[in-house]
């Protein structure tokens, strides 16, 4: 459960000599296990008093121990120490709830701040707060005063210190202020302390009086000498001392001051906590930055600090400092943490004057919407794909970045997506050597090479943030089968068996090899007809269903399966009362009307959390869905969120647990790409992922993490070694930073630089030129600039490879390419040679007599291209087609499907067809022309279900979600694959359209380069929308398809044509205030009503 | 008359007056009964002696008796305002505030009176050891502090000394029993940031024999002794006629919650509380009044 840094604070501690630091590490360990062990899997009950009793024994000792003298300028390691081993034994205590008079839970108001002031002297801020608030709990739910146990003095010098610690510096001061006398002298002590919290404060912002200080150093003289025996005036009165000598350490804005002189607002309201908001206290990660990026004036930045240190707040330093001199890039890896990122970046800079937060969302098709750059100084929050197409498109403005941030920059180690990310902070570098790089994950391992990339290729010093500290303690633990517990019992005429669960869990995080590894046998049996048991989503139901039934916000992620975690929450199964459940909120209640509406049937998503207390959080959901799990979960109106692992990556939901559900994620991924070495890496960020997701920090000090392993493992009983558990388990010793990063496209560049100039491009160079920002003053750069670059080494190499690609190009020109296509094919991330046959195919159109132009609409176009498509060499479609055959294919019952895929692959294609083949392609064919028309006429989702299947659905089944195979999840992830690759073609064909009139205008055809409906096409196609007018409800309003087609429909946008989606957001919103208005007594139109009418 | 002179000489007089019985260790408990504290008049005499010299603060925090209370008249003045203060000294006390406010006051000084004597006459060796420091009383009868936190020496090694401080006219063992609900919530750590004050405090002063690293490795290996002193009348059961039983062995409920080893009852019977600190009030009165008369 002690992770590496708290375990350095053990061995730095003062510790009774009888007592080694590694005992101490064991005991705390121990006793969460065993609290664990007796509260969530209700065994070991007999030694609850002798753990508690230890540790608060240590506690004592400890703090007896405990230096007065110590250096302030390090975290106080004793006060760590003399606050984890009480707060662990008071876990015992919390859980036994019981009824305990007023006195004693004044006792324990004041026991908790105690707790909660080592905390602070330790820098764990966190856990202050966390233990501050259960005192306040208690103040809250008693009135001491009333009752005469304490006097008026006390109480409010305890009220101080709670907020103090709290970092509620303006309710500290506003405590301090209230009038209070005291009539003894302990009272008056009292009261003084309070003035000294309240001036505390104020130092905290270079203001405090210093009289003060020596008032405090000469009343703690005093107190010694005193013949009274007031020794809780002179404990608190010691960490009050301690607290000051703590505050040039702690105190963030006494490090920005300086830095930040011209953003005193900014400091005011974010920093210095007099507002009750922001962070006054330097957490030892912040410190560290504050240290190396500001005081050192390094110009680059490295951090690698597992989940939950706070790098979102280091990002956003960075980026209030970039601010001054230009604009931000802010890259993420998913569209809906760069939502989140924006909303939390737009609340937290609301006092920085002048600037913006931009979203510019999307996904790797081409669009013509560019981000709207109100002002000169914003941060551009977008995911690597949308950043590519700017830098391509608007190369320019990238002059004027002045910072570039990756969150989640482990993403550089993905081959499917970290070429892309590689390529553009290349290419940011390459365009201003003073803009600045800030990589931030949790997950790599070598920092230290990416910090040597950056500070080679700029020659600027790089602040390498490595620190492995982490705000709460995660005890990391595995469930096992206990064959000697197997039974086997008659049921009637069958046999039945059984087998107990047992659980593992070692003293420290990640596992090591020697330490004590602490095992029970759960109250968990799984039956079974024989000894196959159904293992991983079985064991993961009763796992969580313990959970739930101790009232503990539980996050499952499921890796293997998405549909499993439906799965998972329908079979869950527990006995479990709530007296005071909250009731669903209409915005809850609204979500599930408007999921309905979009689905066509009831979302079985509501009847889980109304029934089974659980949400679902996967990607083959949809938008509205997943926000209503997401609100019901932070409400407590579900315990458990089941989800994927796409939702570990930096979403912050509030969690006290997290079970691991199999850590191998699903080798069929999008059917696409089944690189196993990627695979495995992508399994294992997504598990290390998941388990920093335990115990959010200002929730709780510690949590807990369960991997249950991927397979029934056989032959294991009480008596098996630590080392076969790993050997079972190998994820458990991973640190969370155990990723390499090695540049995705090294091998991509180094296989160029060896070809002569002349040969024919390869299929690597081709897509490298799909993706490289090919105008001539940007290829060299850029690759000059890339990871892959540096990995490299040679020079000699760079410079062949920028001749290789250079050549590549200039031989596509005079082989009769148009330069411009060449662009266009670059801007839509495909070879060149696919743009040329587009462009061919155009042409080839104009001059054919029996040609009609398509419709100028959605519909028509999507026609068009698809008549493209279906000309294509097979080769070049048959990833798109693979990703229809997914959702087309019916595998169950006497009318089967036959197996597609392995029939096509079996004769060759797509290099050889058969009469067979053919007639099956020409049926696909005809079936995603027909199932994207109802896509774009807006059909639900289930009506889509029952086109790709081609089979009327029955209406019991309507609503499943637990396989593949039922009809609403075959119609979203046929949205996500499908859809989403047919996209990126329309994006080509956009491109192709724009590059043509920019550059050959009187060339291009009338009914290309007139059209209304084109320059929206790829957006609108993803989203599923009728035309462009819904397009633009879709981005602005509402992010559901047949909602916006219905807004369009009640509330029609003015424009007479929409091609500028950006553009239309004032348009949008005076339409949505007359749809506000509209008489219509429609459930699906009052729920939008109600869900829009906050915007 | 020197009030200093007058502690000094009562404590002496009482360290050979006080007898004790005991220890006599039962299943659940090691049991002491004290006596010889307030049987004759010079003995009470010599206890509010000794309890003036705490509410006048003649006893220092290292033990040792030093005046600062001034002599004759001011010296009077000064003890009568503390007495009005911290026993309503002058008020008519009802008989609830008496039971609330005064008696336990005067209960726990007794209880500090008795420690002193100790240190001067080893006579609660099983429990206190040697004394090395030992908290003041508090003089305010609503702190919901710990009565008594001490520092013993035993066998060489330092253990720290609970103390939980009852009046209980009739019923001493409920006394017990109440106290130990209070040391199970000291072992459940309720009161630890006081102990923590109380135990950094005490090894702070001047003439202990021990390091805090000793203290911390005590600490460490056990909880310290906890003792229950309870004030009661020497005749207390029905109608009058129980007496206290040193080889009774406490069966209630808290009682045996704690380590049998560590838990000690202090019995010391008066021969009717109510008027014994009706009388002790009187005699403080009268006492302080002497030091000015005197002069």
Redesign the interface.
């Known amino acids: 459960m002690i992770d590496e840094f708290s375990q350095k604070l053990i061995l730095d501690s003062q510790i009774p000599s009888q007592l080694s630091s590694m005992e101490i590490r064991d005991m705390i360990s121990r006793s969460y296990l065993s609290w664990l062990a007796q509260n969530i899997f209700d065994v070991e009950k007999s030694d609850v008093s002798s753990f508690k009793d230890e540790l608060r024994r240590i506690s004592l000792a400890s703090s007896i121990l405990h230096s007065e003298n110590i250096d302030s300028s390090d975290i106080d390691a004793t006060a760590f120490l003399i606050a984890e081993s009480a707060e662990v034994s008071s876990m015992f205590r919390r859980s036994e709830q019981q009824e305990v008079p007023s006195n004693t839970l004044f006792r324990l108001f004041i026991r908790y701040l105690d707790y909660a002031s080592y905390y602070h002297l330790a820098d764990y801020d966190a856990n202050a707060n966390v233990t501050a608030k259960i005192a306040f709990n208690l103040l809250d739910s008693e009135n001491f005063n009333a009752d005469g146990l304490i006097d008026v003095a006390r109480d409010s010098y305890y009220r101080c210190l709670g907020y103090f610690l709290r970092g509620k510096f303006g309710k500290c001061q506003d405590e301090a202020n209230k009038k209070t006398e005291s009539p003894t002298t302990e009272g008056r002590g009292y009261l003084f302390l309070r003035t000294c919290l309240a001036n505390l404060a104020n130092k905290y912002r270079g203001h405090g009086d210093e009289t003060i200080d020596k008032r405090l150093n000469n009343f703690q003289l005093a107190l010694q000498n005193k013949s009274v025996s007031y020794f809780s005036l002179q404990a608190e009165t010691f960490k009050v001392m301690a607290f000051y000598a703590a505050a040039p350490r702690k105190s963030l804005h006494q490090m920005l001051e300086s830095e930040f002189s011209d953003q005193q607002e900014y400091l005011n309201t974010r920093i210095s906590a007099h507002n009750n908001q922001g962070y006054p206290f330097a957490w030892p990660p912040t410190r560290s930055f504050c240290q190396k990026y500001f005081n050192e004036k390094k110009h680059h930045a490295v951090i690698t600090v597992p989940t939950g240190g706070g790098k979102s707040f280091l990002a956003e330093l960075a980026s209030v400092d970039a601010l001054r001199r230009g604009w931000v890039l802010y890259m993420a890896p998913t569209n809906a943490l760069c939502s989140q990122i924006k909303a939390d970046l737009k609340n937290n800079l609301a006092s920085v004057s002048n600037i913006d937060i931009e979203a510019y969302l999307g996904e790797l098709e081409y669009s013509e919407e560019l981000p709207k750059f109100q002002m000169p100084r914003q941060v551009l929050v977008v995911t690597p794909e949308k950043a590519l197409l700017l830098l391509k498109r608007q190369p320019e403005i990238f002059q004027e970045c002045s910072a570039a941030i990756l969150d989640e920059c482990h993403l550089l180690a993905s081959k499917n997506r970290g070429d892309i990310a590689e390529v553009v902070l290349a290419f940011c570098l390459s365009q201003n050597t003073d803009v600045r790089v800030i990589l931030m994950s949790a997950l790599v391992q070598d920092s230290a090479n990416l910090a040597s990339w950056l500070a080679s290729k700029t020659g600027q010093q790089v602040a390498n943030i490595d620190l492995n500290w982490r705000p709460t303690r995660i005890a990391r633990l595995t469930v096992l089968p206990d064959w000697s517990t197997l039974e086997k019992k008659q049921k009637g005429k069958k046999e039945l068996f059984s087998i107990g669960v047992r659980a593992f869990g070692d003293t420290v995080t990640p596992w090591k090899e020697d330490t004590p590894v602490r095992s029970w046998l759960s109250p968990i049996r799984l039956e079974h007809k024989d000894q196959q048991f159904p293992w991983i989503n079985n064991v993961t139901r009763h796992l969580a269903a313990r959970f739930v039934e101790k009232k503990i916000p539980t996050l499952v992620f499921v890796l293997k399966n998405r549909h499993h975690a439906f799965s998972i929450a329908e079979k869950l199964n527990f006995e479990f009362t709530m007296q005071e459940r909250p009731q669903a909120s209409s915005k809850e209640k609204n979500l599930i009307e408007l999921a309905n509406y979009e689905l066509g049937t009831t979302t079985l998503l509501a009847q889980l959390i109304d029934e089974k207390w659980a949400s679902v959080h996967t990607s083959t959901m949809l938008d509205c869905e997943r926000k209503l799990s997401e609100i019901s979960f932070e409400r407590g109106r579900s315990l458990l969120l089941v989800a994927t692992g796409t939702l570990s990556q930096g979403l912050n939901l509030v969690a006290k647990a997290v079970i691991v559900c199999g850590t191998t994620l699903s080798e069929y991924g999008n059917g696409l790409d089944n690189d196993p070495v990627e695979l495995r890496t992508r399994s294992l960020t997504q598990v290390l992922n998941a388990m920093g997701r335990a115990a959010r920090a200002n929730i709780a000090c510690r949590g807990t993490s369960i991997i249950v392993p991927d397979i029934l493992p056989n032959n294991i009983n009480q008596n098996i070694s630590k080392q076969d558990v790993l050997q079972i388990v190998p994820s458990l010793r991973n640190k969370d930073a155990s990723l390499e990063i090695n540049s995705p496209i090294r091998d991509k560049l180094l296989s160029t630089s060896t070809n002569s100039t002349d040969t024919a491009p390869s299929r690597i160079e081709r897509s490298l030129l799909a993706l490289l920002p090919i105008g001539s003053e940007h290829l060299g750069t850029t690759i000059n600039f890339t990871l892959g670059n540096f990995e490299i080494v040679n020079s000699e190499a760079t410079h062949a490879i920028i001749r290789r690609l250079e050549s590549i190009k200039t031989n596509a020109i005079t082989s009769g390419s148009k330069e411009w296509i060449l662009k266009a094919a670059s801007f839509a991330g495909v070879e060149y040679e696919l743009a040329d046959n587009l462009y061919a195919f155009i042409y080839s159109c104009v001059s054919d007599t029996d040609f009609y132009p398509p419709d100028d609409s959605y519909n028509g176009w999507a026609f068009f291209l698809f008549d493209w498509l279906q000309q294509l060499p097979a080769y070049v479609t048959w990833d798109l087609l693979k990703l229809h055959i997914k959702a087309w294919h019916y595998y169950w019952g006497k009318d089967k499907d036959p197996n597609l895929v392995q029939l096509f692959e079996k004769i060759g294609y797509p290099e050889k067809e058969t009469d067979e083949s053919k007639e099956f392609i020409e049926q696909l064919w005809g079936n995603m022309r027909l199932t994207v028309q109802a896509w774009l006429d807006g059909e639900t989702y289930l009506r889509m279900g029952e086109l790709l299947t081609r089979r009327e659905c029955s209406s019991d089944k309507e609503n499943k979600r637990t396989s593949p195979g039922y009809h609403l999840p075959r119609a979203i992830m046929w949205k996500q694959g499908f859809i989403e690759r047919l996209a990126q073609f329309a994006g080509l064909l956009l491109a192709i359209q724009n590059q043509w009139v920019e550059n050959e205008p009187d060339s291009a055809p009338y009914w290309l380069s007139s059209t209304s409906t084109l320059h929206t096409l790829p957006i609108g196609l993803r989203d599923g929308v009728q035309n462009p007018f819904a397009a633009a409800w879709f981005r602005h309003v509402i992010q559901e398809r047949r909602a916006a087609n219905l807004l369009q429909k009640l509330a029609p946008l003015q424009s007479e044509a929409m091609s500028d989606i950006q553009e239309a957001w004032t348009d949008v919103q005076q339409s949505l205030v007359k749809f506000l208005q509209i008489d219509d007594e429609r459930k699906i139109v009052n729920a939008l009503k109600q869900l829009l009418s906050t915007l | 008359m020197k009030i200093e002179i007058e502690v000094s000489r009562a404590l002496d007089e009482l360290a050979d007056s006080v007898r004790v019985i005991g220890p006599v260790t039962v299943a659940n408990h090691t049991n002491y009964v004290v006596t010889g504290l307030v049987d004759t008049h010079e003995q009470k005499r010599n206890l509010c002696w000794c309890i003036l010299g705490f509410i006048g ?1 003649i ?3 290292d033990m040792s008796i030093d005046s600062a209370i001034g002599n004759g008249k001011v010296a009077t003045d000064n003890l009568q305002r503390a007495l009005e203060k911290r026993l309503g000294v002058g008020d008519s006390l009802s008989l609830r505030q008496k039971e609330r406010k005064r008696d336990p006051l005067l209960q726990e000084l007794i209880s500090h009176v008795l420690l002193l004597i100790h240190q001067r006459q080893e006579k609660l060796s099983v429990w206190l050891g040697t004394i090395q420091a030992i ?6 009868p ?1 702190d ?2 710990i009565d008594l ?1 001490a520092i013993g020496s035993l066998y060489g090694a330092p253990i720290s000394i609970i103390g939980e401080v009852k009046a209980y006219e009739k019923k001493p063992w409920d006394g017990l029993n109440n106290a130990c609900k209070k040391f199970s ?1 000291i ?15 005490l ?2 002063q001047s003439d202990i024999s021990f390091t ?2 000793q ?3 005590n ?3 056990e ?1 310290g002794h906890f003792g229950a002193l309870v004030g009661h009348d020497s005749q207390y059961g029905k109608k009058g006629r129980s007496h206290i039983d040193v080889n009774f062995s406490s069966n209630q409920g808290e009682v045996l919650k704690q380590n049998a080893d560590n838990l000690f009852f202090i019995s010391s019977p008066f021969y009717s509380m109510r008027s014994l600190f009706d009388d002790l009030t009187s005699e403080l009165v009268e006492l302080s009044n002497k030091l000015s008369e005197t002069l």
């Open positions: 603060n006893i220092e925090a908290s003041m009383p508090h003089l305010s609503n919901s502090g936190i919530e072992v459940d750590g309720d009161y630890d940031d006081e102990i923590r004050g109380a135990l950094k405090s090894t702070k805090k690293e203290l911390a490795n600490i460490w290996r909880q």
